[in-house]
């Protein structure tokens, strides 16, 4: 009798405390949590822009001087018209344009006009262990979200060049490699590539074999190339900014669909740090902070639904130095 009371009891309780229950987003992101993070929030919010092309955000940016340096993700912002327009913390648009980028990290280096403090201090990955909770600036209000390092540093595998067509008939009887198919959305379809198309070389170099053409794109990911064609004749030169083949064909897959939008461009950036932090497509290029607002990286792609990338501060580092000199020329004052 004694023990069928308590099993009552307890299942009257159990809708009282599932009632009481956070969602799932308040553990993480609600109002009551998001107070521990107040010195990542005023750095956030000081830094974050909005990258525009038209009335159309493309991305978000990281402020990383006073005097209008930002930093981005590059494959969503390469092909978008210049300058760019850049909605800042001040309320205010702004205008910039691309000075420098890197094909591996995917990360592209803005200077604007923008003239407001950022606040940013660098920070250091050393210490970073899977657990430790960090925090990312976002589009949305509040303009921050929380969650953890989920997995080691480590390398994203680099994926092969993409070109999106299927080939058909190849040799010197055609004069190269002629195109069956072109798959929507992919870059050959961006570069204006048609059905019946022959291709014929690379860069200047012929290209008369099936095999020699897809060795040559693999080769090449992310790189702006010039395709040497034959279409109905006549010989033209067409430029292809070439993807990445998980890119350009694993958007078909079932689970990345059940997912939502996610990165143009997953993988092949060398050294990530792996976060769990909920963020859109649209929030990619913005600050990776630690709980005391130090810049700790910059978030470079949505793989899926739970699985976020962020190029690691030390690396950005890197980059800047590789550019100081476009910096210097653009009037920039940046401290390293």
Request: with cysteine; net charge positive.
């Amino acid at each position: 009798m004694k023990k069928t009371f308590i099993l009552l009891l307890l299942a009257a309780l159990l809708p009282i405390a599932q009632a009481a229950s956070l969602p799932s987003t308040q553990r993480t992101d609600g109002r009551a949590v998001m107070a521990a993070f107040e010195d990542a929030a005023e750095i956030a919010s000081k830094c974050k822009v909005s990258l525009m092309d038209g009335i159309k955000i493309l991305c978000i940016g990281t402020l990383i001087t006073d005097d209008g340096l930002i930093l981005t993700k590059y494959s969503e912002i390469q092909d978008a018209r210049q300058p760019f327009r850049i909605a800042g913390n001040d309320r205010r648009l702004h205008r910039g344009r691309m000075i420098a980028y890197d094909n591996q990290t995917d990360l592209a280096l803005i200077k604007s006009n923008i003239r407001y403090p950022c606040g940013i201090e660098w920070g250091s990955t050393d210490k970073l262990e899977i657990g430790h909770w960090l925090t990312a600036g976002v589009d949305a209000r509040p303009g921050i979200r929380c969650g953890i390092v989920s997995a080691y540093t480590r390398e994203i595998p680099k994926a092969g060049g993409a070109l999106g067509i299927q080939m058909g008939d190849e040799g010197r009887d055609n004069g190269g490699v002629t195109v069956d198919a072109v798959t929507p959305k992919s870059p050959a379809q961006k570069a204006g590539l048609r059905r019946g198309d022959i291709v014929f070389a690379f860069n200047k170099k012929e290209m008369l074999t099936r095999e020699k053409l897809r060795s040559t794109v693999q080769a090449h990911p992310g790189e702006k190339v010039t395709l040497s064609i034959i279409r109905e004749g006549e010989k033209m030169n067409i430029e292809v900014t070439l993807g990445y083949f998980t890119d350009v064909f694993g958007l078909q897959e079932r689970n990345l669909r059940m997912s939502g939008k996610v990165s143009k461009r997953r993988g092949g950036f060398g050294t990530v740090i792996q976060h769990d932090i909920t963020m859109t497509n649209t929030d990619i290029g913005g600050p990776l902070l630690s709980l005391e607002g130090k810049l700790l990286g910059i978030n470079i792609a949505r793989s899926n639904r739970v699985e976020f990338f962020a190029i690691p501060v030390e690396r950005i580092l890197e980059f800047l130095t590789k550019n100081a000199e476009a910096i210097r020329k653009s009037g920039a004052r940046l401290k390293l």
